[in-house]
């Protein structure tokens, strides 16, 4: 199994970006997804922030939290097995590595926590600078 982000970039606050997650070996449709973030200068072994959750790429239980709800959302491909997260209004504490995952299994409980996925990608970095 592999997930391979893309789309990450240097943005200015206020801009745009779309982020790209394309799975090879697993069916996200299947899966539960989240995208989750890593803050700039985080300890080794700390937690992921979830910034967004679904079980499965057509909806169903979708989870996002206060600081992007109406910004972020989720989509996907199921032709080309590719989730995507478009991220709008981007403020400088977005900066971070963000990080796409797959779950078998995860129920609606646990949708934010970043534990209960089973496979990760190896993350983009966005950069919001103000």
């Known amino acids: 199994v592999q997930l391979v982000e893309s789309g990450g970039d240097s943005v200015q606050a206020g801009g745009s970006l779309r982020l790209s997650c394309a799975a090879s070996g697993l069916t996200f449709g299947n899966y539960t997804v989240g995208w989750f973030r890593q803050a700039p200068g985080a300890a080794p072994g700390a937690g992921y922030e979830t910034v967004a959750a679904m079980s499965g790429v057509s909806g169903g239980n979708t989870y996002f939290p206060d600081s992007v709800k109406g910004r972020f959302s989720v989509s996907g491909d199921s032709a080309k097995n590719t989730l995507y997260l478009q991220m709008n209004s981007l403020k400088p504490e977005d900066t971070a590595v963000y990080y796409c995952?797959?779950?078998?299994?995860?129920?609606?409980?646990?949708?934010?926590?970043?534990?209960?996925?089973?496979?990760w990608g190896q993350g983009t970095q966005v950069t919001v600078s103000s």
């Open positions: 995952a797959a779950g078998r299994g995860v129920i609606t409980s646990n949708l934010r926590n970043s534990a209960a996925y089973d496979y």
